[in-house]
């Protein structure tokens, strides 16, 4: 059996529904439909692209280490989680000897790093830790990332942020990961009898997210380590203020 793969990029979603609902997102990979971001959205992901050798050098300019993987030698890494399911993420580099990462997101908006951390990244940074010490742990390698270094770099400005590992909030990431890939399984069964997505009616298609959130609701509730939605963003909140700190800081 094909495992789902949930790609770190994407665990906001999947998690939290932080920029696509849930119910939407799984509707999505249901049917294999490419997400389609607007002119907008494109820009700055090319923006992003195309300056991140500049936040590596600045990552480099203050740590005084080249990480490794970056660039155009990063490494995709993927690990099973379940029978159906695995996670998979493709971290900007490493550092200090395998045990640290480097994450390197860019500022188009007014060419100034974002004023603070932006609580948004968390559940990628985290979910970065989680699949390769979870990689680290099946290949047997004596190593463990313990923090990660978010660069926020801007044409202006560029802000780097240390980020501890923080177990409750990426035991919590987990176990939501898991509720969507189990919930994601389950849909596909129920609805393997129905047309592929392009011949689907309106009224198919209500009821395709009827049984997904149906079927998430369901999930959600018979799994009680995950707590209420306040309960997820109390631990989320405690890990930002705990986890996180400026450490360096230039602008031009």
């Not at 607007?38 to 590596?56: A, D, P, V």
């Not at 005084?64 to 030698?73: A, D, F």
């Not at 990462?101 to 830790?129: H, N, S």
């Not at 660069?151 to 909030?169: C, D, F, G, M």
Request: proline share 3%.
């Amino acid at each position: 059996m094909t495992r789902i793969n949930l790609r770190s990029s994407s665990f906001g979603d999947y998690c939290f529904g932080m920029y696509t609902k849930k119910d939407n997102k799984m509707f999505s990979d249901l049917y294999g439909i490419q997400e389609e971001f607007s002119w907008f959205q494109n820009s700055l992901m090319e923006y992003g692209t195309k300056h991140e050798r500049h936040g590596i050098a600045e990552f480099v300019n203050w740590f005084k280490e080249m990480p490794k993987n970056v660039l155009g030698e990063q490494v995709n890494l993927v690990v099973p989680v379940t029978d159906t399911m695995s996670i998979s993420s493709t971290p900007d580099g490493f550092c200090m000897e395998g045990n640290g990462l480097v994450e390197v997101k860019c500022t188009k908006i007014k060419k100034q790093a974002k004023p603070e951390f932006d609580a948004r990244w968390l559940p990628q940074i985290y979910g970065q830790m989680l699949v390769v010490n979870q990689y680290y742990a099946l290949k047997k390698i004596p190593k463990k990332i313990e923090k990660t270094f978010l660069v926020n770099w801007a044409e202006k400005s560029t802000k780097i942020y240390k980020v501890e590992r923080n177990k409750q909030a990426i035991d919590l990431i987990l176990s939501l990961l898991k509720i969507y890939g189990h919930t994601l399984g389950q849909v596909k069964e129920c609805v393997k009898d129905l047309p592929a997505y392009i011949d689907l009616d309106d009224n198919q298609k209500r009821g395709v997210l009827k049984i997904i959130n149906e079927k998430l609701n369901g999930n959600f509730l018979a799994v009680v380590n995950c707590g209420t939605e306040i309960k997820q963003h109390e631990i989320m909140e405690k890990a930002l203020k705990k986890s996180v700190m400026l450490v360096y800081e230039s602008s031009v």
